[in-house]
């Protein structure tokens, strides 16, 4: 695992001496440093590989590749991870202040970083710790593409409303643009925008994790989920409907609602890697 600066980072930090904030700025990356650690912790232990940890001018974000070994409880766990560091510090704090009688600017200036921090990152929206849990947990009851294709839209609606709610004080006379609130929409928007177009990236990265996904599944002895399908020229459409956390069979059925075929999924997705042209255009009729 490595340690990344972003330019922007690096250039907060500088201002932030030239400012005499230094210390105040420092302390919040170290809380938001802690925050990534903790879910850099948790998916090295539920077997994920952690790529890097990246400090950026709004936060960090631990990089994360879980090859599909991470199940949606895992996901939920890992993304609780971050939070949860925050409310440890909190706590020792308090209990330093309730011991001891410690009471100084700078331990509620800690106490009140981490409350903000865990907050923050537990709104419902990506790619906050929020978004992600509310992505997951919606992953059970829906396809994997659907899920995917409504939590970006939700997440990307809900940061134009904290840009507008940012420039609302326009509307009024004397009033000023909180730029604090402009500044996280723009960035949870453009970061939204970019993974809502990388969905069929992550959608086919999803597919090439689904034999991890039937070893375990088959260990367990679990129940295989049915999918009733007509012929269809194009396998996508079928392969959509794939659920994160349960393995598929797939029963065809002609028009005379007779069951011609019974396909394990890996059949499917193998059939469609094998017809999808290497450019990423749609794939050759079935």
């Known amino acids: 695992m490595t340690l990344s600066l972003h330019p922007l980072f ?7 001496v030239l400012t005499g904030h ?3 700025i420092i302390t919040l990356f170290t809380l938001v440093f802690i925050h990534e650690l903790g879910h850099a912790v948790a998916a090295s232990l539920l077997g994920a590989r952690v790529l890097s940890i990246q400090m950026l001018p709004f936060g960090g974000v631990a990089v994360i590749e879980d090859q599909g070994k991470l199940s949606a409880w895992k996901e939920i766990v890992i993304a609780l991870a971050g939070p949860l560091q925050n409310g440890i510090m909190i706590i020792i704090l308090l209990c330093l202040k309730n011991v001891n009688g410690v009471e100084h600017d700078y331990v509620n200036y800690v106490i009140q970083g981490n409350a903000v921090i865990a907050l923050f990152n537990l709104l419902p929206i990506l790619p906050l710790d929020g978004g992600k849990i509310l992505q997951s947990l919606i ?13 970006f839209r939700a997440s990307i609606v809900t940061s134009l409303l904290f840009c507008i709610f940012g420039i609302s004080p326009l509307l009024r006379q004397n009033g000023s643009v909180h730029l604090n609130l402009l500044a ?6 453009y970061s939204n925008i970019v993974d809502y177009r990388n969905i069929p990236y992550r959608f086919i990265r999803f597919l090439l994790g689904r034999d991890e996904l039937f070893y375990r599944e088959a260990a367990k002895g679990s129940i295989a989920l049915p999918i009733v399908s007509l012929p ?11 659920r994160r956390d349960r393995y598929h069979m797939v029963y065809v059925m002609n028009e005379q ?9 890996q059949r499917l997705i193998r059939s469609y890697f094998a017809a999808r042209p290497p450019d990423g255009e749609e794939p050759k009729p079935k």
């Open 10 to 16: 690096v250039l907060v930090m500088l201002t932030s």
């Open 22 to 24: 230094f210390i105040e």
């Open 139 to 151: 992953s059970l009851f829906l396809s994997y593409h659907r899920t995917l294709v409504w939590t």
């Open 184 to 189: 996280v929409g723009i960035f949870l928007l």
């Open 232 to 242: 269809v020229k194009h396998l996508e459409p079928v392969l959509r409907l794939f």
């Open 257 to 265: 609602g007779r069951i011609v075929a019974v396909l394990p999924e």
